[in-house]
């Protein structure tokens, strides 16, 4: 057994994620949607959830991960038992008023329509990450949903200056450019002041900072976070952190059937190899790869 001296300088891999599980129901039409008639589609139901997306990515690619969500209380043992099956550590609340959120995904190519019921999510408390989960991890990670829900940013405010102050990094996902919209940009950077990384796509990027160009917008972020990794879709990723020149990593080819989840698979990806290996050029690759495997399957999560 190791004694304390060297358990001690162990470097820090746990990661905990905190954030929605949702109910997808995935639609792919085969063919331009007609109004007011039938449209033939393909129509699958996936278990989702940006931030569980990310904790499953996140399993299957090795890291040892822990996740906080709610469900609704039929659904407590089943969202369970899928997240042990992607090798995360399940922690989750069962809700018995509010049911599991559900998101239907109407996809179209590169793009997708989302219709979004976040059910017992928008009640899910950041309290409920103690001191206890958070020390000795190396990250919490969750999604800007998490601040857009009734409860506002404080908890989420809150979570970031106890991480902090234990050491332990805030990765952020911003999640959604229309939320970001509704919410306010300025008071979404506001709320999470302190976090580390950031892992926005381009279009949230455009709205946090009213700039245009990729490099300009991955450059204007990274003067409040250590780390940003900018996904541009099939033109890859851009990565600016602070005293460096900005990684580049082209997108990888892909037979594109769902891009849902891929920016969760990005991320994980990229926070992953990062953390083994501080090197963001790997982590760029890494989580192009994850991401490029992501889109070829239907549903946001790993397949078996």
């Known amino acids: ?51 569980a997306n990310m904790a499953s990515w996140l399993g299957v690619l ?37 049911p599991t959120g559900t998101i239907v995904v109407i996809v179209n190519g590169e793009h997708r329509n989302m219709l979004t019921e ?57 999640g959604s450019s229309g939320f970001l919209e509704d919410f306010g940009p300025s ?9 580390t990384y950031l892992f926005p796509n381009i279009d949230e990027g455009r709205v946090l900072t009213g700039l ?19 996904t541009l879709g099939t033109d890859g990723v851009v990565v600016a952190q602070a005293g460096h020149e900005p990684v580049f990593s082209a997108a990888l080819e892909a037979n594109i059937i769902d891009p849902t989840g891929a920016g969760d698979a990005f991320a994980a990806g990229f926070l992953s190899t990062w953390i083994q290996t501080a090197d963001a050029a790997a982590a760029a690759v890494a989580g192009t790869r994850a991401g490029a495997t992501a889109v070829t399957v239907i549903g946001g999560r790993p397949q078996a």
């Open 62 to 98: 090795g890291a040892d991960v822990d996740f906080v969500g709610r469900v609704g209380a039929s659904d407590h043992a089943r969202h369970s038992g899928l997240l042990r099956d992607a090798a995360v550590r399940p922690l989750l609340e069962a809700d018995d008023l509010l």
């Open 187 to 195: 008071a979404f950077l506001e709320a999470v002041a302190g976090a």
């Open 1 to 51: 057994m190791p004694d304390s001296a060297e358990a001690a300088s162990e470097p820090r891999t746990r990661i905990v994620v905190f954030g929605d599980v949702i109910d997808d129901v995935v639609a792919v039409p085969v063919c331009e949607i007609r109004a007011d008639t039938d449209t033939p589609a393909s129509i699958r139901f996936r278990a989702g959830g940006s931030a």
């Open 118 to 174: 976040r059910g017992a999510n928008a009640v899910l408390d950041p309290d409920t990450i103690d001191d206890a989960l958070l020390d000795g991890a190396r990250a919490v990670h969750f999604t800007g949903y998490s601040l857009f829900g009734p409860r506002g940013s404080a908890g989420v405010t809150a979570l970031i200056a106890r991480a902090r102050r234990l050491g332990v990094e805030v990765s952020v996902d911003p």
């Open 212 to 230: 245009v160009e990729p490099l300009e917008v991955a450059a204007a972020l990274a003067r409040s976070f250590q780390i940003v990794a900018l």
